[in-house]
């Protein structure tokens, strides 16, 4: 039952650093998406692809990129580490829209 | 434009005493709820969801809401709080498509249990 499934867990960067978080997901879901939180907010929608090839943003996208090359795989890429970047990122998936949307155990990332 | 608010950033229960959690929500659409709850360190794991069909709507765990249109409210109920509930829970609101991308969060309300 692994799901979705985010690596790395924890992540320390340095200012300026790039890094790539990876989220698989194994129940062949169109929709995935990737949100961060911050401290006592809600989650916000970064990226988000319909399937593969397909990617859009959503209402946070500046400083990331995002690519869909297969079904299962959606990384989610910071090419240039800020300390505003410092959060807890999520990525999820569902079948399509309307459908229950399941969620990785996220990712925690500093940037110092 | 659509937008969630949980009306408590905290709520501490002791156990086995009910549990409230409440949330107002507007949204231009008829919307469907969700409630999810999100345990340290984990992802969030969905509760229960409103969509349109029976206004209360039984979910995981003992919990239940009741969607109430004419005061735009979707409180989350437990009659008797366990340990194992000391988390964090969202209430989410919907676009009209209810896609992810739709998708809007609460604030969050950290529920403490004590012993």
């Known amino acids: 039952n692994a799901g979705v499934t985010q690596t790395p867990k924890f992540r320390i960067l340095k200012i300026g650093q790039s890094m790539t978080l990876q989220c698989a997901q194994d129940?062949?879901?169109?929709?995935m998406y990737w949100y961060r939180q911050d401290p006592g907010m809600g989650l916000k929608l970064i990226y988000y692809s319909v399937g593969a090839g397909i990617t859009d943003k959503g209402e946070v996208p500046n400083g990331y990129n995002v690519s869909r090359s297969t079904t299962e795989d959606f990384p989610l890429r910071l090419e240039l580490a800020a300390p505003s970047q410092t959060s807890v990122y999520f990525c999820?998936?569902?079948?399509?829209?309307?459908?229950?949307?399941?969620f990785g155990e996220g990712s925690w990332l500093t940037v110092v | 434009a659509q937008s969630v608010t949980q009306l408590d950033s905290h709520v501490s229960v002791s156990e086995g005493t009910p549990v409230l959690l409440r949330c107002n929500y507007s949204?231009?659409?008829?919307?469907?709820l969700f409630w999810y709850v999100q345990h340290p360190n984990k992802g969030l794991q969905l509760l229960l969801k409103y969509t349109s069909a029976a206004t209360l709507v039984k979910g995981i765990n003992g919990f239940e809401a009741e969607f109430k249109k004419s005061e735009t409210s979707f409180h989350l109920t437990k009659p008797s709080a366990h340990m194992s509930d000391a988390a964090e829970y969202f209430c989410?609101?919907?676009?009209?498509?209810?896609?992810?991308?739709?998708?809007?969060f609460g604030g969050g309300t950290r529920l403490m249990v004590k012993p």
């Open positions: 989410v609101v919907s676009g009209p498509n209810n896609a992810g991308n739709m998708l809007t």
């Open positions: 949204s231009s659409y008829s919307p469907s």
């Open positions: 129940m062949n879901h169109n929709y």
């Open positions: 999820a998936s569902s079948e399509s829209s309307g459908n229950t949307i399941y």
